[in-house]
């Protein structure tokens, strides 16, 4: 099933259109204060070890992330839990469902403090919401941090309060929660770092609204899911019983051939392991292209995969006359030499899908003398005009391309790393995949998919030259740039996580096979990420 995530200003919407049809803001808010008050029983119970006789602290703010706070407070309440609530404003201060709740909460409610808490077995963070408008500060600010030093389980409301929902950004004071409930759908913080990390587990539940919202508000990003791109994985990458007859004669050109590009004898690692990748990853031919002086060099370090020296612009125009490639990959160690940056620019003159790793990223920037690469180059480019133009940076790659865009400047001004890799995306015409924890995959009609797996394993030298010869090799045997980046960061992620502590990038290609395996567990049935119009239209 296809995950939408959704902005909080889609959910409000959400929320409105279902309130529109008849259903009660206030039955909406029950509805999610129940599943809040079910979610803590089941922590009271884990805690507690008993039905029904621990204490529950309930800390609610101004708004309706606090109503959910009341109704929550009152069914448990009634389940017999003992139950100390505090707020941060007095009930004059609670308009609407909020006041509701409030009273039909009808019993006491206390200033926040650290002392509601100290016979607790729980602590419900029901403070902000979706509607948190600004860092929190001054007292709210001492008291999450004190409640963070407290030890207890939080459990919190739609989001940890102090999270940015719609980017996932903590400015100030955040709770840290060891669960958290929200409902309908997620929300780009439940996804994106930092935000995730305060969220601890994270539970969806239905409170009434229906799917068919979906159509009129639209969503931000979809989360990466097998199902996006299972329709196209390709043949060679199945148990043979599951293969096409009519594909079993396949040959190798019939799985297509990668041609990637390589840096100076002293720099070859990066290239060995995106092209070793895309072979592990089905593509049927791979060719290195190292500089003349490498090539024996480098030739001595590959067997199945071939080597093809070139030299220049013109060399590479000899070698890809020569034989059909499907693939040009440049980037891991390529070098930012004058001549390895001509390679570049002629690369992206070519019709040939084409993807851009590491130095051939920074070349679009080095040399130039504004600073500011000329996106106009990617947007024309033969490759992006048909859909097979692929840029993987990494953080600091991107905010060469993109500076207004950079992480930095996402921080400072609070936006959103899925609005940010969208633009990115569009500006440059680029299948984007902007790595990181929460690694955002963007294409340049607006679309998104977001894999949110904290792999620190992965963080090693070469695991992104991996990641782009996987995408290569898939390619190659013609699944599209958008499901290729999909299945590739899923599959890059799930052998960082199986392999664990220890990991270094040669061991990334070497996992591919059992993966495949997993991948063949699937149900087919989905339909292409690459189909998926999403959007907000
Ligand atoms: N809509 C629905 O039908 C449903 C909604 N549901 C629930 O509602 C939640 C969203 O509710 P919400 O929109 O009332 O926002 P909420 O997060 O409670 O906070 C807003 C208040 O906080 C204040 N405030 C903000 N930042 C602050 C700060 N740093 N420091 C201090 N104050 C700050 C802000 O003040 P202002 O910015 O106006 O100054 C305003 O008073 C959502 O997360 C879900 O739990 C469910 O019940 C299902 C049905
Ligand atoms: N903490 C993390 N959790 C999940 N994935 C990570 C983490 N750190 C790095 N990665 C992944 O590892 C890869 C690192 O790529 P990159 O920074 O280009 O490395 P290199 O240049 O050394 O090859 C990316 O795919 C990134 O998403
Ligand atoms: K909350």
């Not at 929200?182 to 770092?193: D, E, I, Q, S, V």
């Not at 995969?305 to 890809?320: H, K, N, Y």
């Not at 180059?377 to 865009?405: C, I, K, M, N, Q």
């Not at 990038?505 to 395996?517: T, V």
Request: with cysteine.
């Amino acid at each position: 099933m296809l995950v939408e995530i959704l902005t909080p200003a889609q959910m409000a919407q959400a929320d409105q259109l279902t309130i529109d049809s008849g259903v009660l803001g206030y039955q909406l808010m029950q509805s999610a204060g129940q599943a809040v008050a079910n979610a803590a029983v089941d922590l009271l119970e884990r805690r507690t070890g008993s039905g029904a006789s621990g204490m529950v602290c309930i800390l609610c703010g101004p708004g309706n992330n606090g109503g959910d706070g009341f109704v929550a407070a009152q069914l448990l309440e009634e389940e017999g839990w003992s139950v100390i609530l505090g707020c941060s404003v007095g009930i004059d201060d609670l308009t609407g469902d909020a006041l509701l709740a409030a009273e039909d909460w009808g019993d006491e409610i206390f200033s926040l403090s650290p002392r509601l808490w100290q016979d607790a077995d729980l602590v419900i963070d029901a403070l902000f919401g979706a509607g948190l408008s600004r860092p929190i500060s001054g007292e709210l600010a001492d008291l999450i941090d004190e409640l963070n030093l407290s030890g207890l389980p939080v459990l919190s409301v739609d989001l940890p309060s102090g999270v940015d929902g719609t980017s996932g950004l903590a400015g100030g004071a955040c709770v840290k929660a060891d669960q958290t409930v929200t409902f309908f759908r997620k929300k780009p913080a439940h996804l994106l770092y930092p935000g995730k990390a305060f969220c601890g587990d994270i539970f969806c539940v239905d409170i009434g609204i229906e799917e068919q919202v979906l159509d009129d508000t639209g969503h931000i990003a979809v989360e990466n899911q097998p199902v996006l791109w299972i329709d196209s994985w390709p043949e060679a990458l199945k148990p043979i019983a599951d293969i096409d007859p009519l594909r079993l004669a396949d040959h190798k050109f019939h799985r297509g051939h990668c041609l990637v590009l390589c840096g100076d004898a002293t720099h070859s690692g990066a290239a060995r392991l995106a092209a070793r990748s895309a072979l592990r990853a089905g593509a049927g031919l791979v060719t290195l292209a190292p500089p003349c002086d490498a090539a024996s060099l480098v030739a001595a370090h590959v067997t199945a995969v071939m080597v093809e020296p070139v030299q220049d612009v013109a060399s590479l125009g000899t070698v890809l006359a020569k034989r059909t490639y499907d693939v040009l990959v440049a980037g891991p160690a390529l070098g930012k030499t004058q001549d390895r940056r001509a390679l570049v620019y002629d690369a992206l003159e070519r019709d040939v899908a084409l993807l851009l790793d590491a130095d051939a990223l920074s070349c679009l920037v080095d040399g130039i003398e504004s600073g500011e690469a000329d996106l106009s180059l990617l947007r024309e480019s033969p490759a992006a005009r048909s859909e097979r133009l692929v840029l993987t940076p990494h953080e600091g790659e991107f905010a060469r391309l993109f500076p207004d865009l950079s992480h930095r400047v996402r921080e400072e001004k609070r936006l959103s790393k899925l609005d940010c890799a969208i633009t990115a995306a569009q500006r440059s015409g680029a299948v984007l995949v902007l790595k990181g924890a929460d690694t955002v995959i963007a294409t340049p009609d607006g679309r998104a998919v977001v894999h949110s797996d904290g792999v620190p394993y992965l963080a090693t030298a070469g695991s992104g030259d991996v990641l782009v010869g996987i995408i290569a090799g898939l390619m190659a045997q013609g699944v599209s740039a958008l499901d290729a980046c999909c299945a590739g960061v899923w599959l890059h992620s799930r052998a960082g996580r199986s392999f664990g502590p220890g990991l270094i990038a040669e061991d990334l290609p070497e996992l591919l096979p059992s993966l495949y395996m997993d991948v063949a567990g699937y149900l087919s049935g989905g339909f292409h990420a690459s189909d998926w119009t999403g959007g907000d239209d």
